[in-house]
């Protein structure tokens, strides 16, 4: 059924390119979660490894700087660690339990990289290991993709209580509910903020306000949340009701083959209104929106050629 689904997609018509550096960058973001002490069981780490986040960063920025496409994978590995954690160990099946883990990490964004006061640690490995993510941005001297980073971790973060309540209740939520929340529950949207900085597409505001540029922003969002779901499908009808297959099935009473058609088709016809919009933007762009269009094209066809051989995705 998985493989049947993941057929249907159409691969993005854009060129797929890796980083050059992209085993150094293995390299160094396993380290840095063990530095951190991240992931401590060693069954923990296996998984991590196995989900191989470096590889998505250098498809995402692959002719972007070494220590850019670091940060990324650096980032895309904290990511899947507390993924992991909310998911395969539980936390995220409970919003008590949940909600304590999350203030600490929300105290780490709300200082935006700093030890303004005197005698702060964060409280924690996976609040640490959020504040080196922050420092390191902040670092960048770009306060405009600081900002936009840290406001759109906040939105993944409370993302993620929405999430525990729903699992909690046993609630399936409604398709349009779910595709407003899948685009922060998957932390689509501070990655997309890293790969502006690294690429130097953090476009002008009026540019990032046009209605146009906000649509393709969200439905690239979305389009790299509905990839992840139609391969994850296998894994994700195992646990709860998140994922695009399920709430179709759920709220159409279809049967799973059907919903996984309409799924793979929605995505179709998002790629396909992607291209037509995008190419009425590029017409005028100048060059920061046109790299950070860029950018997205990088995200489509590497997150698409990255979940072909995922092994996060397996049941």
């Not at 998505?56 to 660690?81: G, K, M, N, Q, Y």
């Not at 200082?111 to 941005?137: E, K, N, S």
Request: net charge negative; glycine share 6%; hydrophobic share 45%.
């Amino acid at each position: 059924m998985r493989t049947f689904a993941v057929t249907a997609l159409n691969p993005p018509p854009y060129d797929g390119i890796v980083h050059e550096a992209v085993a150094e960058v293995a390299a160094h973001s396993a380290d840095w979660a063990d530095a951190f002490g991240l992931v401590p069981s060693p069954a923990g780490r296996e998984r991590l490894a196995r989900a191989n986040a470096a590889e998505l960063a250098a498809r995402a920025c692959p002719e972007v700087p070494l220590s850019a496409v670091r940060l990324l994978s650096d980032l895309i590995t904290w990511l899947f660690a507390f993924d992991d954690r909310c998911d395969e160990d539980e936390l995220g099946a409970n919003p008590a339990r949940l909600a304590p883990a999350l203030a600490p990490l929300l105290e780490v964004v709300d200082r935006f990289g700093t030890t303004a006061h005197a005698g702060y640690q964060p409280a924690g490995p996976t609040a640490a290991a959020l504040h080196d993510l922050c420092r390191r941005v902040r670092a960048l001297d770009r306060p405009g993709g600081l900002l936009k980073f840290a406001a759109a971790f906040r939105e993944y973060l409370f993302a993620l209580l929405w999430e525990a309540t729903n699992r909690q209740l046993h609630r399936v939520p409604r398709f349009a509910e779910y595709v407003q929340m899948r685009r922060h529950t998957g932390a689509v949207l501070p990655s997309f903020a890293l790969t502006d900085l690294a690429t130097d597409g953090l476009a002008a505001t009026v540019d990032r306000v046009d209605p146009r540029v906000v649509r393709l922003d969200l439905l690239a969002a979305d389009l790299v949340c509905w990839c992840n779901d139609v391969f994850s499908y296998g894994k994700e009808r195992l646990r709860d009701g998140h994922n695009l297959a399920t709430v179709i099935a759920y709220e159409l009473t279809w049967p799973e083959r059907a919903a996984l058609t309409e799924a793979a088709a929605r995505y179709n016809a998002g790629l396909a209104a992607y291209g037509a919009l995008e190419a009425e933007v590029l017409a005028d762009a100048d060059g920061r929106l046109t790299r950070m269009l860029l950018s997205r094209r990088r995200w489509l066809r590497g997150t698409y050629d990255w979940s072909l051989g995922a092994q996060r995705y397996q049941p």
